[in-house]
Every structure is written in structure tokens, then in C-alpha cells.
């Protein structure tokens, strides 16, 4: 099969297990903007998941990406996946322990709810455990086995928000005198949301356990110290990326001034949201691309397929950012039913740019990742994540939730042209920049027109963006389809 059809095909299955779900996640966005009503809770809601976010990526010390190149370079594999299970276990295990014990100390270092501390342990515990084996399944390329698993775990999660958050306080109400009211009460949203995901993590985990019965355990300590060492900079990286990604957030809601923090952090989380096109764009395209780049680095001039993954990726791009930019209003009163956080829309443009730099870096940063110099991605990402703060820290008290969205902005598009440049110099890819370059400007102008010039104006912007797809056509149309309609062999 064509290796670039090989990698859509699978890269659209990896889209489905990431898109899909948040599809259906989508959902939330609605009912939580109508369950906190004054974008106050939401904020809190918001505040939250950026520091698990946070905590997830020491929870994976990058042992993900490091099982990636060491299961493809170790003859035994076996070896691999139990040093890893056993590594991730007992560091999951340990970290548990330390969060029930240091609970107030750490509601003191990140203005969360003591009560709430506990259910984000559980959620990081359950997230780590499963690791690896949704690791196994991308590397032993089962895109369905893990899009299925993926989609269950967000349906379950929906489904119980759904129960806690509509369907429980309705009965509570019409049986006010029943148990049901009891155990329902109106300052609980958040934990109920918390009990959601802590019940669709712990049913992706059951399921997932035969991959724990099935190894045979050995800890192979020599390689767990090379595999952390390969390893270490990632992490670096992952809390450099994880900061430039949620960090806006916490520091909106330290900056800003008591009793508009929290509301102000809920319109631009809610808003942020809808650039998620983007990111799934980026995260399923990536979650495709990854193992193709290390199964593919010993092959003859790989360089060439990556560049042509590379110009694909941003014509798909530019579409989808042009695309957004014209159905922005639509798109935020669908799913953004409460007009108390519509003032925040004018940041999504900003923050889909953002996103889309970000997944052009990430194909970028194949150089690094197949040469083992991941320490050149922590480099990268701790430039970002400084550029990130400075931005907030300054710009914050000056104009608010708009200095994150240009401080996302700045990090990714430097990070970006960084690792475009090192990748000149330490793995040369010959990467097809006028073309590139072209669908980017392209993009980004029509974007702005349609937003910025024509006001948002849907038949202004819809005249733009079937230019551009007939521009697209004619230009791409016979390539595409020699790669999606070839023939397997």
C-alpha cells in the first residue's frame, strides 16, 4: 500500500477514536455553560483541569514516547511493554499515596477545593494506568481496537454527566422529599463531574487489564534507565508544551482581580473550546504520524515522505482554520447556548492559529524524535512555555484573556520556526516551503477578511472559502487523488 495512504487510513481511524469522542463531548460544552449559569463555575470547572492537565504529563514522565522508540528498536518487545507497565504502576501507586497524605498543602498550592483534590488523584491514577496499553495498541497498529476504547470511555462520561447534571436534580426536585434529594444538591456540579470521569477512566481501565494479565513480568533495569533517559526530555518538553496549553488559564485566575477571575477564565475557556477543531486536527493527525515517522526512519530517503506528510498536513490545515474562522458564529451558538460568554469569540481566530502552528511543530519535530535528540524538544518547549508567561504576566492586568490567546499565539509559532531551523541544521528534510508557505498566507488572509474586514459576515466568508477549496481542487485535486483512490496492491 502507498505509505501515505497507509498513514491517512490510518490517521483517519486515530481521527475517529479523537475526534469523534469530542464530538460527543461537545455536548458538555452546552450543558455546562447552561448548569453555571454566570461563567463563575465554569471557570473553576476550567482552573481544574488545566492543573491536571498539568499533573498528567509527570504522572507519564514521558514513558509513552519513549515506549514508541524502544519498542520498535528492542528485538524483545515483551521486555518493553512489562519494564513499562511495571515503571508506570509503581510511580501511580506512589503518587496516589503522597496526594491523600500532602492534600491541604497541595489545595494550598493551586487554589483548589481540598475536597476536590482527591477525586483529580483518582482521575490522574486511572489516566496513568492506561498508558500503556493504549500505547500498544498505536504501536501494534490497531487503530480500531483504540478507537473503540477511546469512544467508549468519553460515551460513559457523557452519559453520567448527563445523569448528574439534567436528569438527577429534575427528579431531586420532583421528589423533594424522596433520598434522591438527599444526595443531590445544587453546589455539587463539579464533583458530579468528577464522579463522571472518575467512572468512565475506571471501566477504560477494566477493560484494558487483560494487557496487564497477559505480560509475562520481567523488569529489565537497564533498560528502564535508558528508556528514562530517553525519556527525561520529553517530559521536559511535555511540561513545557502542557504549560504554554493550560497555564493562561491558571494565571487569568491569579492575575485577575478577586470576583471577576473566575467568570472571566469561564468565557475564555468556553470560547477556547471551539478552536478544538484544530487540535483535534493536530492530536489525530499526530497520533497517526508518530509511529509511521519511527517505522519508517531506517527506510530508503524517508526524508522525502516526511516532507510530503509535512505539505498535506497544512493544506488540511489551512481548510480547517478558514473553515472555523467563517462558521465562527454559527459554531458558537451551538454549542455555546449562555450569550454571557459570546464577548469571549473574538479570541477563537487567534487561538486556531495557535493550534495550527502547533501541529505544524509537531511534524516538524520528527528530526529530533528519530534521531534520540529529545533534548532539542525540551529546548523548544521551554522557549515557549517562557514566552507563554512573560506574555500573561505582563499583559494580563492590561487586557485580560486576550494577552493569553496572543501569548498562545507567539509560543507556538515560535516554537515552530525553532525547530524548523534546528531541523535545517541536525536532519535535513527538504520540505516543499513555497508551497507551504502559499496555503498558509492563503489561510490566514482569507481568515482575517472574513472575520476582521466583512465582520463575520457568513456569505462573505462562505464565497472565501469556496475560492478556496476550487483553488484547492484544482491545484491538489489529481494528487489526492492518486493517494486516496490507488488501488491496494
Not at 307 to 330: K, W
Not at 468 to 483: N, W
Amino acid at each position: 500500500m502507498n505509505p501515505l495512504k497507509k498513514l491517512f487510513k490510518q490517521t483517519f481511524i486515530y481521527g475517529l477514536a479523537t475526534v469523534l469522542p469530542r464530538v460527543i463531548s461537545f455536548f458538555l460544552l452546552p450543558l455546562y455553560t447552561s448548569v453555571f449559569e454566570n461563567a463563575s463555575g465554569y471557570g473553576q470547572y476550567v482552573n481544574i483541569y488545566a492543573w491536571i492537565a498539568i499533573f498528567n504529563v509527570f504522572l507519564a514522565y514521558g514513558m509513552e514516547t519513549a515506549f514508541f522508540r524502544f519498542y520498535h528498536k528492542q528485538e524483545n518487545k515483551s521486555t518493553v511493554v512489562s519494564t513499562s507497565l511495571i515503571s508506570l504502576l509503581v510511580s501511580s501507586l506512589l503518587f496516589l499515596i503522597v496526594a491523600m497524605v500532602v492534600k491541604e498543602s497541595l489545595s494550598g498550592l493551586t487554589n483548589i477545593n481540598p475536597d476536590y483534590i482527591r477525586f483529580t488523584a483518582y482521575i490522574l491514577v486511572l489516566d496513568a494506568l492506561v498508558i500503556v496499553p493504549f500505547a500498544l495498541l498505536r504501536a501494534q497498529e490497531k487503530p480500531m481496537n483504540y478507537a473503540v476504547l477511546k469512544s467508549v470511555n468519553v460515551i460513559i462520561n457523557l452519559t453520567f454527566n448527563v445523569f448528574f447534571l439534567l436528569i438527577l436534580p429534575k427528579t431531586a426536585q420532583e421528589n423533594a422529599a424522596s433520598f434522591l434529594s438527599s444526595i443531590y444538591r445544587t453546589d455539587w456540579e463539579i464533583q458530579y463531574i468528577f464522579i463522571s470521569n472518575i467512572i468512565a477512566s475506571g471501566v477504560t481501565l477494566l477493560i484494558l487489564l487483560p494487557t496487564y494479565f497477559k505480560v509475562s513480568y520481567t523488569f529489565d533495569a537497564a533498560l528502564w534507565k535508558r528508556m528514562l533517559k530517553y525519556a527525561g526530555p520529553v517530559m521536559v518538553a511535555g511540561i513545557a508544551f502542557t504549560i504554554n496549553e493550560v497555564v493562561d488559564k491558571i494565571l487569568l485566575t491569579a492575575i485577575l482581580p478577586e470576583g471577576i477571575a473566575e467568570a472571566e477564565v469561564g468565557k475564555y475557556g468556553a470560547c477556547y473550546k471551539l478552536a478544538l477543531f484544530m487540535t483535534l486536527f493536530g492530536t489525530a493527525f499526530r497520533m497517526g504520524v508518530e509511529p509511521f515517522f519511527f517505522s519508517h526512519a531506517k527506510t530508503e530517503k524517508p526524508q522525502k515522505t516526511y516532507a510530503e506528510i509535512t505539505s498535506y498536513f497544512v493544506i488540511l490545515g489551512s481548510l480547517i482554520l478558514l473553515g472555523v474562522v467563517v462558521f465562527i458564529d454559527v459554531l458558537g451558538k451551538l454549542l455555546i447556548r449562555n450569550a454571557t460568554y459570546w464577548e469571549a469569540l473574538n479570541v477563537v481566530p487567534i487561538i486556531l492559529l495557535g493550534s495550527f502552528c502547533l501541529g505544524i511543530y509537531h511534524n516538524l519535530s520528527v528530526w529530533y524524535k528519530v534521531t534520540d535528540q529529545t533534548k532539542f524538544g525540551a529546548y523548544i518547549s521551554s522557549v515557549g512555555a517562557l514566552i507563554t508567561l512573560v506574555i500573561n504576566i505582563i499583559f494580563i492586568p492590561k487586557i485580560g484573556y486576550m494577552a493569553s490567546a496572543l501569548a498562545t499565539l507567539a509560543a507556538y509559532a515560535s516554537m515552530m520556526l525553532l525547530s524548523y531551523y534546528f531541523g535545517r541544521k541536525y536532519y535535513p528534510v527538504p520540505y516543499n516551503m513555497r508551497k507551504i508557505v502559499f496555503y498558509l498566507s492563503v489561510s490566514i488572509s482569507f481568515s482575517a477578511l472574513s472575520f476582521y474586514v466583512f465582520n463575520r459576515n457568513l456569505i462573505a466568508g462562505g464565497l472565501l472559502l469556496l475560492l478556496f477549496l476550487g483553488m484547492l481542487y484544482k491545484l491538489e485535486g489529481d494528487k489526492l487523488k492518486t493517494i486516496f483512490l490507488q488501488r491496494e496492491s
